[in-house]
């Protein structure tokens, strides 16, 4: 069993993927699944349903008229944005049930996970013309592997948040040292317990690359820039560490840096509404 394997079996004892969570990605990957077999698992969640209702009624869709059934709420998000509004839940409710230290704040954390979401969806859309479903998965998903080395070996963990400095070795070299593994390894293995779609757990693999070989178009190309804006705007895990980026991932967004701009000028407004929908 390889270190990251024993940190996901240490992890699977204290925390377990949402039951609708799981049935959901059964749902996502069943090409015979409907509209109505996705509202019947919802149902048996009120807080999701109460999430749902909020995002559809929201500024972001700019209805007319308020939605308050569940069956037309579904049809109005739509599979796979359905999924990841309960891969968020999921995600968020382990890091509000996890303490804060001195040295670390799951919250940041969430914040930093919901930032690369939003980020790569934003940059999907607006600079890629694609649909950002996919990107927000593997932007909200990235740090996962984090997630399992704080709740499988919280000392570890701190010890790795402390280690982490401006001048000094990258996270992933850090995590090799303490823990023989790293949080993208460690992720892209849950990824693929949990049945994401391979190029989503690609991505979440490959985020820390720095060979140069994504294209700017690719979901890890997309979750690498993202990484690069959202800690330029001080959403990172912890303050004050150097974002870094691929040299042909850095000539796109010097390329297109107008609509780069925009993109993260707004990007602040957009988590607001991320926080308020999911009290974080």
Known sequence: MTAAEKLILQFKKIRTLPHIVTRLVQLVNDQESTLQDFEEVIRMDPALVARLLTLVNSSYFGLTRKVDSISRAVALLGMK???????????????????????FSPQKLWLHSAASGICSKMIAE?????????AYLSGIL????????ME????????????????????VEVEQALFH???????????????????????????HLENGEAPPQSLTGILQMSEYIINQLHFSVKEGLPATLPASLASHIQTNVEEYRVLA???????????NMYGG
Not at 265 to 275: A, I, N, W
Request: glycine letters at 6%; proline letters at 4%; charged letters at 30%.
């Open 152 to 171: 499988a070996d919280k000392d570890t963990f701190l010890l790795l948040i402390e280690q982490l400095a401006a001048d000094g070795p990258g996270i």
């Open 126 to 134: 607006r600079i890629f013309s694609i649909n950002g479903d996919d």
């Open 265 to 275: 000028e707004d990007l602040p407004d957009e988590l607001e509404k991320t926080k």
């Open 81 to 103: 944005n359905l999924y990841n509004i309960a891969v968020t839940d999921a995600i968020q409710g382990m890091l509000r049930s996890s303490s804060s230290t001195t040295t």
């Open 181 to 207: 593994t790293d949080h993208c390894e460690t992720g892209y293995i849950l990824a693929r317990e949990w049945r994401i779609p391979d190029p989503i757990a690609e991505a979440i693999r490959d985020h």
């Open 142 to 149: 990235h740090d996962i592997g984090l997630i399992v080395a």
